[in-house]
């Protein structure tokens, strides 16, 4: 149940709603919705047992991360939105959806299951997505359309691979470890690394603001980071609860799929 219920709200609530709402809303308003995410975890965070004290230079430093956020998307921001009749919805949706993915991490921090591992976890988790959204695709995918090639089947296999197979347990295992602030900066970091590797690997260009955004949001991850292993942190919760109540257990299946990326 567990697994079903974190499978629900991440895949389903969070990264099926972005692929819809995104036909409909450009990528740089998507993009500062969905930055809206560590604000949320550290808010659940802070309310569900065991409650969280929010350190406020993790807070700041998280602010100055959006900020860098709009920065960064500001090209994108500044270009005319085409309002359809789905643009309101799919704005909601996604307001939705940065709620529900923040509720998925904390639910999977707090309620751990020391008894599967993690790669079976994540499995557990997407077939749980998938017998629920199956249906949906069926009854509403235009199949005609649907045209696969060389490239596309690499991306698909890329991301099943790299996207679900190692990135989620490590997605997972820095949850467990770390402090919610710092676990909550992918938000900030993914899209200054897509930018970096489309730069090295692609030949596409950095503009100013591009550039003075990573600056800003790495700049605000440090200091998250810096907040992070303060004094007034306490240690990892999750690892060592783990081994209180359970002296015979052990974090190998825990780091063993995070170590795989290294």
Known sequence: MTHSIIGLLLFVGGNSVVSWSARYVSTGLGGAITATVPFWMLLLSSLLPPKETIQPKSLVGLLIGFVGMLVLLSPELLKPQAVT???????????????????GSIYARIHQTPSTSMLMGVGLQNMAAALFLLPITFLTVDWKAIHPTTASLSALFYLVFAGSLLALPCYY???????????STFAYVTPVLTL?????????SLS???????????GGVFLVQGASQGPNTPAPVRASARLETQPNASLVDDSVSCSMTR
């Open 85 to 103: 009749p789905a643009f309101w919805p799919s704005i909601l949706f996604l307001l939705a959806m940065a709620f529900f993915w923040a509720a």
């Open 173 to 183: 295992y820095v949850l467990r470890h770390l402090s919610v602030a710092m676990a």
């Open 196 to 204: 970096i590797f489309g730069w090295l690997f692609l030949g596409e």
């Open 208 to 218: 100013a603001p591009v550039i003075w955004g990573m600056g800003i949001i790495l």
